[in-house]
């Protein structure tokens, strides 16, 4: 196997009433470590760049070929995603570098300016051939994403789909980007009322999968629920990052005469794998493993 389309994990994932990991590139290492996650758990798995990613590498296209230089080396099936691109221009980019998929996330935006760029941007993505993912209901701060209107309607969400054409949908349903503990509550029956509405309104007809985003502030068991009550495509950055981050420190800490970065870096690379390899078997429910 190889590079592959998000369009082809998402929709049989979705077909089989499991998840598929999406896990976010950092820097090269990051995307060495999905990859090797995913050979050792036969399992396929979504790289993507956000767009703070992307400015922190300055610009999209140094990250953008090597991620999908790796992914094109796997033995497994690899998927290229841009995420959170609020910017249209960076979602061109990301078509003509290759990708397979994209997000534009319009969930700042009011509804009426989030259907009218989204659509606009689909439009364009569709041309191409890309998978398309949008936002609506704002998956923001800790706080503002556990307030109780921070929530995805589903009347809404069927009318945002068919108005704007995208493929699949992030939807706020109490997760929350960034958390550095397990304890969001996600809304399970929200999760099951927003699978039905939108059953039947992709564009072929089908059913237009849903995206958690925040999912590191998400404790396995819930996930697993969330999964089984419909959700699709789970989004993880910052939970693996905490893996990436304490191994340095660990290994740093063990020998303060380190000074090549590859002899600290390589321990953290592993124990993003291990947790990423254990995180797509959990979403894929063909583990127990959970925490």
Known sequence: MTLVSARELVRAAASAGTGI??????HLETAEALVQASERAQLPVILQISQNCADYHGGLEPIGWA???????ATTPVAVHLDHAER???????????????????????????????AQVAARARTAGVFVEAE??????KDGAHAPGVRTDPD???????????????????????????SASLDIALIARLKDALRGVGRSGGDVPLVLHGSSGVADDVIV???????????????????FTRAIRE???????????????????????????????LFALVSGEAR
């Open 21 to 26: 990991g999406a896990f976010n590139v950092i």
């Open 67 to 73: 991620t999908l230089a790796i992914a094109r080396r």
């Open 88 to 118: 249209p221009e960076l979602v061109d980019e990301a078509i003509e570098l290759g990708f397979g998929s994209v997000m534009f996330d319009g969930g700042r935006l009011d509804y009426e300016q989030n259907v009218e760029l989204t």
């Open 136 to 141: 609506l209901g704002e998956v923001g701060g």
């Open 156 to 182: 809404e969400a069927r009318a945002f789909v068919e108005a704007t054409g995208v493929d699949s949908l992030a939807v706020a349903v109490g997760s929350s980007h960034a958390m550095l503990d397990r």
């Open 225 to 243: 629920q969330a999964v089984r009550a419909g959700m699709t495509k789970v989004n993880v950055s910052t939970h693996l990052n905490g893996f």
């Open 251 to 281: 290994k740093l800490a063990s020998d303060g005469t380190l000074v090549d970065s590859r002899k600290y870096v390589a321990p953290a690379r592993e124990a993003v794998a291990e947790e990423a390899a254990r995180m797509l078997r």
